[in-house]
């Protein structure tokens, strides 16, 4: 197997974990006996999970390889999808989803530098196909999700099932995928050209901010979409599953032309038009009220946010390359670091939204924050310019 195959088949595997236990939220609700607000606040553990893991994953991929902490944090999810499902309570859905979602933070970023690693090799944009892979393993997990709900398996028995058919599938890609060297056989290799640390660097918390605003739309659409269905429009439970599997369809399919639409209208531009189409998406859905006009808008939102993360992360790969052909572990890290603030901050917002107003309210400020992603690829690509500029004058010198 290719090691482009073995990665693609890596992020689907990520994004079937997501799409299997998310639009069982309904299910879940129930199970713990908790309404919107609280359910919102107990969403916060897999939050600060991933936020904790991503904010020390990039020094742990740069000393084991992106390879070795795949194969790890797999056997992690696996075990914690199941502690997830078997959750009699809030507290133990809350620390499950806690540890799921450190186990899931660390897949997340070593699965994007292997995407990073492959994309050099290759020397063209394909991170945005490696991206589909997710949409396309959320449209799987998610589809699975709706067939187990309409035949009545527990949440417990559907994520066992999950978990034992996602260690196998690692098991058989794992050998494939890109094996980074550790940091300390690379002490004699060449520096970042750009020797700031990722803190004090303006390009990087633009596309930080890009890759944040996605995930509370993304996070958003996967965690509270089944329930705005079920909730205010009527659907039933498994209909309503079928939201998240539009959006995640539509997804992957723009994605598979991503790097096509990256070369032709360049990032800022591709990510300005996208932050449009989700935008309007995500508001109509909320507003008009009806199923099926909410899954044209949850496609509509799909399509438009399915650039924002794979070129926010392969620009922050790039801004971190060192002349070697090394280098962005940090950079992408800090980047993804960032972003899962939107998953830390996005379900207790529009929870609380959704407990003083509705949850058609939470998704129109939803849709108005996917639209801050246009400015901020704008003044990203600027940033970057600026970057470039002061390496090639010290290069001169």
């Known amino acids: 197997m290719s090691q482009r195959w073995a990665v693609i088949l890596v992020f689907a595997l990520n994004g079937a974990v997501l799409g299997s236990w998310a639009p069982r939220t309904p299910a879940l609700s129930e199970q713990i006996g908790a309404g919107p607000g609280l359910l919102g606040l107990a969403l916060l553990g897999g939050s600060v999970g991933m ?19 795949i194969a790890g944090s797999a056997i992690a999810i696996a075990a914690g999808l199941p502690a997830l499902g078997a ?10 989803l806690l540890l ?3 186990a899931s933070g660390v897949f997340d970023v070593a699965m994007n530098i292997a995407g990073v690693a492959v994309e050099r ?16 393993g959320a449209l799987a997990g998610s589809g699975a999700a709706a067939l187990a709900a309409a035949g009545g398996w527990s949440p417990l028995l559907h994520f066992a099932v999950a978990g034992t058919a996602g260690i196998a599938l690692v098991a ?12 300390d056989r690379r002490a004699a ?4 050209t750009v020797r700031a640390v990722p803190i004090r660097r303006p390009a990087l918390w633009l596309l930080a901010a890009i890759a944040l605003c996605s995930a509370v739309a993304e996070g ?43 070369r032709r209208l360049g990032p800022a531009r591709l990510l300005a038009v996208g932050a449009a189409c989700a935008s309007a998406g995500l508001v109509g859905a909320a507003l008009v009220g009806v199923p099926a006009v909410s899954y044209a808008g949850f496609v509509l939102a799909g399509a438009g946010l399915a650039a924002s993360f794979p070129v926010a992360l392969s ?44 949850l058609s309210a939470s998704f129109v400020v939803v849709g108005v924050v996917a639209g801050v992603i246009a400015p901020a690829a704008i003044a990203a690509a600027r940033s970057l310019a600026r970057e470039r500029a002061v390496v090639e004058r010290s290069v001169v010198r």
Request: proline share 7%; glycine share 12%; no cysteine.
């Open 51 to 69: 936020l904790l893991s991503a904010a020390v994953s990039g020094r742990v991929i740069e000393r084991f390889g992106p390879r070795a902490v």
């Open 87 to 96: 959750a009699p309570s809030l507290p133990w859905f809350t620390a499950a």
């Open 100 to 102: 799921l979602g450190m």
């Open 121 to 136: 090799r290759l020397a063209r944009p394909i991170m945005p196909v490696f991206h589909a892979g997710f949409s396309f």
């Open 172 to 183: 058989t890609v794992v050998r494939a995928l890109p094996g980074v060297a550790p940091r």
């Open 189 to 192: 290799a060449s520096p970042p």
């Open 220 to 262: 958003a659409s996967s965690d509270w979409s089944a329930l705005l269905l079920v909730s205010e429009q009527h659907a039933g439970e498994a209909a309503a599953a079928l939201a998240y599997s539009a959006f995640s369809l539509a997804m992957g399919f723009a994605r598979l032309g991503g790097s096509w639409a990256q």
């Open 315 to 358: 620009l922050a790969g790039e801004a971190g390359r060192r002349a070697d052909g090394t280098g962005g572990e940090r950079e992408v890290a800090f980047v993804t670091a960032i972003a899962y603030t939107g998953f830390l901050a996005g379900p207790p917002a529009i929870g609380g939204i959704a407990h003083l107003t509705s």
